[in-house]
């Protein structure tokens, strides 16, 4: 069995902690503009990752699953809003909402953008920096797929909460009742396989029109 990579292990871990940092603080960003002041006043709008860190879901098993091979599985703090800020709560959460896996967007376009730059196109750039190259795959990858599994509309994720808004009330109400719920049907995707089937076409739909 081959060791593993350490350098590859600890890129993959910081272009995941500086993603997760990107779309907590988006969050946090939107909320404090759209009147909620919440996030910013326990310092979360911000990029410093150690205001967004969970121990067990930003390093433990991050660290696990890259060092394994096995799918990520991460999360960082969530961003506390108080919904009584918000002129337009239901609208606006949504919003919030959004702004996490836009943002993971936004950092693969440049990733990608930067990618065409230095390899004028190419498939491959002679001549690149191998770790340049590495920073820059696993930049791309990374966020597409945070992206598009946030977007699954399960709730507590941030697809979960756009569809929510999106919903007439006394729908999105019932359709709230699966939030306690929602991890346990995560995993469950997840043991049956059914959770890449689920994010693999749309990521790679997405990756493709990046490259």
Same mark, same amino acid.
């Given at each position: 069995?081959?060791?593993?990579?350490?350098?590859?292990?600890?890129?993959?871990?910081?272009?995941?902690?500086?993603?997760?940092?990107?779309?907590?603080?988006?969050?946090?960003?939107?909320?404090?503009?759209?009147?909620?002041?919440?996030?910013?006043?326990?310092?979360?709008?911000?990029?410093?990752?150690?205001?967004?860190?969970?121990?067990?879901?930003?390093?433990?098993?991050?660290?696990?699953?890259?060092?394994?091979?096995?799918?990520?599985?991460?999360?960082?703090?969530?961003?506390?809003?108080?919904?009584?800020? $918000?002129?337009?709560?239901?609208?606006?959460? +949504? @919003?919030? *909402?959004?702004? #996490? %896996?836009?943002?993971? =967007?936004? /950092?693969?376009?440049?990733?990608?953008?930067?990618?065409?730059?230095?390899?004028?196109?190419?498939?491959?750039?002679?001549?690149?920096?191998?770790?340049?190259?590495?920073?820059?795959?696993?930049?791309?990858?990374?966020?597409?797929?945070?992206?598009?599994?946030?977007?699954?509309?399960?709730?507590?994720?941030?697809?979960?909460?756009?569809?929510?808004?999106?919903?007439?009330?006394?729908?999105?109400?019932?359709?709230?009742?699966?939030?306690?719920?929602?991890?346990?049907? $995560?995993?469950?995707?997840?043991?049956?396989? +059914? @959770?890449? *089937?689920?994010? #693999? %076409?749309?990521?790679? =739909?997405? /990756?493709?029109?990046?490259?």
């Amino acid at each position: 069995m081959p060791s593993p990579d350490i350098a590859q292990i600890l890129i993959a871990f910081a272009v995941l902690l500086f993603s997760l940092t990107v779309h907590e603080a988006a969050h946090a960003f939107t909320a404090d503009r759209l009147g909620d002041p919440t996030a910013r006043l326990l310092g979360r709008v911000s990029l410093n990752p150690a205001v967004h860190i969970d121990p067990i879901g930003t390093v433990l098993f991050p660290l696990i699953a890259i060092a394994t091979n096995l799918p990520v599985i991460g999360w960082a703090k969530p961003v506390p809003v108080d919904g009584r800020n $918000l002129p337009h709560f239901r609208r606006d959460f +949504m @919003l919030i *909402a959004a702004a #996490g %896996p836009v943002s993971n =967007l936004v /950092l693969a376009t440049l990733a990608a953008v930067i990618w065409r730059v230095l390899s004028g196109g190419a498939v491959e750039a002679a001549g690149v920096p191998e770790f340049v190259v590495t920073v820059l795959q696993r930049m791309l990858l990374i966020n597409v797929l945070l992206a598009v599994f946030n977007m699954i509309p399960i709730p507590p994720l941030d697809g979960g909460n756009v569809l929510a808004g999106l919903l007439p009330p006394q729908l999105a109400e019932q359709y709230d009742r699966l939030r306690p719920w929602g991890f346990l049907l $995560l995993y469950a995707l997840m043991l049956t396989g +059914m @959770l890449s *089937a689920i994010v #693999g %076409p749309p990521a790679e =739909l997405i /990756l493709s029109w990046l490259l």
